[in-house]
């Protein structure tokens, strides 16, 4: 028992990322059963159904008895889960935290007896909220989680309140009329059987919106997401934990139901359509597919990137789609892109900041194009444009890719690992504020300012780290002095500038910033437990409050020229936070990559063996990194890097390999690079400089909604 509640707080934490218990990864074996299909037993002992928010949730499942008791189970790849009860007392709270269309999600239903059908969706999860009277989601979780016998009451009370007298009930008649207009075939959302397919009740969850309460006496609102200002339902709860929630029915009009049921039907073609072109890629793909057969499901409107860029359809095509990603493209064996449902809102970029954020407001579909949450391989979802044009071969619904048209960037959840030795390792979590510094010129950005929930600046106290909300402003990074004889580097990616520190000073970067012009800021919460007096931040130092940023939440990107002349302003949606240090630093093998190994095995031998290029040249093919990567969690290599300093702490070389698809090496090649470039300096590389700095390689993997990256020094 101890073991499946352990299990279920670090699985709690790698949603929420806000606290952290390490334990085992196997839940006890009388409870646990995968797959969705159980241990031989009784029917009678087993409760079953399917979790979902429209995309299958995949992860684990834990009930817990009314006498605290708990049994867990995972999720199979379509959401199904049996958990066998065998041994507890009725009724039970059933918990799910996993991913959801690369979404991390926590959700919550209940069980009132063995033998059931129980589902867990966002309507189930407000179900139990408005029969207990209190929020649910990760708040009621982390009750139900936690081994304090101050939590463990909270939880049972809960459970208690929602299945007394007729509060579930009632709870299940008023959510149920709040989606009688789109549920046609009048399935119970809590115990009625369905599949994540599309149809039916998945159909249903796939066009609304459900925003749980935040607190006592909030609300929780259903709203459809053709329509993001029109509301389905709410339910307020009580000023107290148990008391009576107020829910409140809304009818839409016509027009609404009938944009949710254009969206419905937009989704099925559009997910028809993809699943054509991922065929073009099957598992024993040897040579990728011709531009012919790519170019019907690229819309010529296609666009990564705003006036300026050269991220078009034809560069999409002949850079990405056929070109095997050994090659800097994407076409592997097996590639896979699908729609994990409708985006939250449209995001097209606007002129104005204003208009940017008031963009939560217009519908993502029409009868001509939609925004959707795009996977590939499975990884973090992605806001893309579809176009529906006319029918070709493969797609009867005529929809095509037309991408974001912004400048390329992403905030996905990021957890480093740097290790000099097996006894100093050091662990990093950020929201990478990533924009490709070439691309930003290319479109005469400047800089860019971004703004959104839990962007502040650090306090300089470690006991209240969080200081005062802020925007976070990039600018393009200036091109560091180099000593004579050597290529100046630039960065690769905009970077936050000027904030002083007591680290002392580095040549290839402007004195004293604690971030070293870095694309990505730290939690306010692990600059609080820096105690490396070289590496303290001072007040002032940009960080996020990694309480305040919960997955979907949006942020906004304003993109400037050098007068500070804004060019145009986009939103952008946050589907996974950074995991929790406790969790990252209890699952070290399972996460990160392990027995990264360069060949050649030196910076002296890498001298020696690039001794017959010619400076300025490209030292192709010869820096090659080996390493393993645990399956546990399902990770993917994504990329390789590295930077390389000579004697004086210049930073001479830096790239990024693309390594999808080589799971198990990557040799850097100019044509595969994803940034940076391996032309060679005219002084040597060494693996540590007169002041200390070292040249360093690194490995990232796509791991529960984060990219984790393991460095260690090259010497």
Request: aromatic fraction near 6%; proline fraction near 6%.
């Amino acid at each position: 028992m101890k073991q499946i509640k352990q299990l279920l707080a670090m699985l709690f934490c790698v949603a929420v990322a806000a606290c952290g218990s390490g334990g085992s990864s196997t839940p006890a074996a009388s409870g646990n059963n995968t797959g969705g299909t159980p241990t031989p037993a009784a029917s009678s002992t087993l409760v079953s159904g399917v979790a979902a928010s429209g995309a299958p949730i995949v992860g684990q499942v834990v009930a817990i008895d009314a006498n605290g008791k708990t049994f867990a189970a995972t999720t199979s790849a379509a959401g199904a889960y049996t958990v066998n009860v065998a041994g507890g007392t009725a009724p039970f709270i059933l918990t799910v935290v996993g991913m959801s269309g690369g979404k991390a999600v926590t959700l919550n239903s209940v069980a009132t007896a063995v033998g059931q059908t129980v589902n867990i969706t966002p309507l189930t999860d407000l179900i139990v909220s408005t029969a207990a009277g209190q929020p649910g989601g990760a708040a009621l979780a982390t009750l139900c989680a936690s081994t304090a016998a101050a939590d463990q009451v909270k939880c049972k009370a809960a459970l208690t309140a929602a299945t007394t007298g007729t509060h579930l009930s009632a709870a299940v008649t008023a959510v149920t009329k709040m989606i009688a207009p789109l549920n046609t075939a009048g399935t119970d959302p809590l115990n009625g059987a369905f599949t994540a397919n599309g149809t039916g009740m998945d159909g249903v969850l796939d066009a609304i919106l459900v925003t749980p309460a935040t607190g006592q006496g909030a609300m929780a609102t259903v709203t459809l997401i053709a329509v993001p200002t029109q509301q389905l339902g709410t339910v307020t709860m009580p000023a107290a934990a148990g008391g009576v929630a107020t829910p409140v029915i809304v009818v839409p009009p016509a027009s609404a139901i009938t944009a949710a049921t254009t969206g419905a039907t937009a989704l099925s073609e559009i997910n028809a359509c993809l699943a054509s072109l991922s065929a073009l890629y099957p598992a024993n793909m040897t040579t990728p597919p011709t531009v012919a057969q790519v170019t019907p499901f690229i819309d010529p409107t296609f666009m990564l990137g705003g006036a300026g860029s050269t991220q078009n359809q034809a560069w999409f095509i002949n850079n990405k789609m056929t070109v095997l990603a050994s090659a800097g493209g994407v076409a592997q064996p097996g590639l896979t892109i699908t729609s994990s449902g409708l985006a939250a809102f449209d995001f097209t970029p606007q002129t104005t900041t204003a208009l940017a954020q008031g963009m939560t407001a217009v519908s993502p579909v029409s009868s001509t194009a939609a925004w959707v949450r795009l996977q590939v391989l499975g990884n973090n979802a992605m806001n893309w444009k579809m176009v529906k044009g006319a029918a070709y071969a493969g797609c009867a619904g005529g929809w095509r890719l037309a991408g974001d048209s912004h400048v390329g960037n992403h905030m996905d959840a990021r957890v480093s690992k740097w290790a000099n030795s097996p006894l100093a390792i050091s662990y990093t979590r950020q929201l990478p504020l990533h924009v490709e510094t070439a691309k930003a010129i290319a479109e005469g950005i400047g800089s860019i300012v971004v703004s959104g929930p839990g962007l502040a600046v650090y306090s300089g106290n470690t006991a209240t780290p969080v200081g005062a909300a802020t925007p976070i402003t990039l600018v393009v990074p200036p091109v560091p002095a180099a000593p004579v004889g050597t290529t100046p580097v630039q960065l690769t990616a905009l970077g936050i500038q000027g904030q002083m520190s007591t680290n002392g000073t580095n040549t290839s970067y402007p004195a004293g910033s604690f971030y070293f012009n870095a694309e990505a800021i730290q939690s306010c919460q692990d600059l609080g437990l820096i105690v490396t007096p070289q590496a303290l931040p001072v007040a002032g130092t940009p960080c996020y409050d990694e309480t305040a940023v919960a997955p979907g939440a949006v942020f906004t990107w304003t993109a400037m020229n050098s007068a500070a002349t804004v060019l145009y302003a986009y939103s952008y949606q946050v589907y996974a936070v950074p995991l929790s240090l406790a969790f990252a630093q209890a699952n070290d093998k399972d996460l990160f990559v392990q027995n990264i190994t360069p060949t050649p095995a030196t910076v002296a031998a890498l001298n020696t063996a690039a001794a017959a290029i010619a400076v300025g040249a490209n030292i192709d093919s010869i820096i090659k990194f080996n390493y393993t990567m645990s399956a546990v969690y399902g990770g993917t290599v994504s990329n390789c890097n590295i930077g390389l300093v000579d004697s004086t702490a210049t930073t001479v070389l830096m790239a990024e390999q693309n390594a999808m698809g080589q799971q198990t090496s990557c040799t850097f090649v100019t044509a595969g690079l994803n940034s940076g470039s391996l032309v060679k300096p005219a002084t040597a590389f060494v693996g540590t400089a007169t002041n200390g700095w070292t040249s360093n390689m690194s490995v990232s993997a796509n791991v529960l909604g984060n990219q984790i990256a393991s460095g260690i020094p090259y010497l």
